[in-house]
């Protein structure tokens, strides 16, 4: 039988994952490239509800989508070499959408995140790392538990002044048109990043294990309008126990006519190419 997949393709070999990389090729990675010149992107989101046609690691499968296009462009606009980091991007912030099935997440009151952050950074960075730059796509982890991390982590504060970088970007909310929890926006962009954008980029939605919805499903959710629902006054409510929520699964807008719009004229595609250029200025800043 012919062999149609390419490993190769579909994982491009200047496209570099910690965890697809040995232990040798760290070593090398080390001694090839300049310490200054060394990067470590880090994939953040959570398992939350994005409603009932798009998957639970949302957040996380799209910020991978953003890291995976700025590292391409970092490589091939800069001759930079950063290393994707993506261990543990599904473990991030409890949230309003917290008891809705499915979602899983850490309360910032509870100290794992915490330790996460610190045995990986200082790991990373005693091997001969000192710039990372975090790609988030969940705004409980920013609001919760990223500047709590870089203001009131004592082993964070000594990495920092040993010459340790650490800087971020609320990827989805920067550049661009900033994305409501389960809006037309982020059904758009999974449905373009898996059939219609370039093909680097198709890819990278199976890299990432993205699904587009289905559009049956997003027929039942046309019309919803809960945008209240992101005030920052309701973000530890419980949106479950909203009306209509067995339908919506915390959706708090959709519109399938601005949903097809984003798709036909292109613009979904521009607005995730405002939102990388946007991430890039702030990882280039870091040089």
Request: proline residues 4%; glycine residues 8%; hydrophobic residues 40%.
């Amino acid at each position: 039988m012919e062999n149609t997949i390419d490993i190769d393709t579909i994982y491009p070999r200047n496209l570099l994952y910690w965890d697809r990389m040995s232990s040798a090729e760290i070593s090398d990675y080390l001694v090839r490239v300049p310490a200054e010149k060394r990067l470590i992107l880090i994939v953040w989101g959570v398992i939350e509800s994005h409603g009932p046609a798009l998957g639970l690691g949302s957040d996380s499968m799209l910020a991978g989508l953003a890291a995976d296009e700025a590292a391409r462009r970092l490589y091939e606009e800069k001759g930079l070499e950063p290393i994707i980091f993506d261990a543990w991007k599904n473990v991030g912030s409890l949230s309003a959408t917290r008891n809705f099935p499915g979602a899983i997440g850490f309360h910032s009151s509870v100290p794992v995140i915490r330790e996460i952050w610190e045995q990986t950074l200082s790991r990373m960075f005693k091997e001969g790392f000192s710039k990372f730059f975090l790609v988030n796509g969940d705004g409980g982890n920013w609001m919760n538990h990223w500047y709590g991390l870089k203001w009131d982590s004592p082993v964070i504060d000594a990495l920092l002044k040993q010459g340790m970088q650490l800087e971020g970007g609320n990827w989805d909310q920067e550049g661009g048109a900033p994305y409501l929890h389960g809006g037309h926006h982020e059904h758009a962009l999974t449905t373009w990043a898996c059939y219609h954008a370039p093909e680097h980029i198709r890819l990278s939605a199976i890299r990432n294990r993205l699904r587009a919805p289905d559009t049956e499903i997003l027929k039942k959710i046309d019309g919803a309008n809960y945008a209240y629902l992101e005030d920052v006054s309701h973000r530890e409510h419980d949106w479950s126990t909203y009306p209509d929520q067995d339908r919506l699964r915390s959706v708090t807008e959709f519109s399938l006519a601005e949903y097809q719009k984003l798709l036909d004229s292109g613009d979904i595609g521009k607005d995730f190419d405002a939102k990388i250029a946007c991430l890039m200025k702030k990882i280039e800043a870091m040089f």
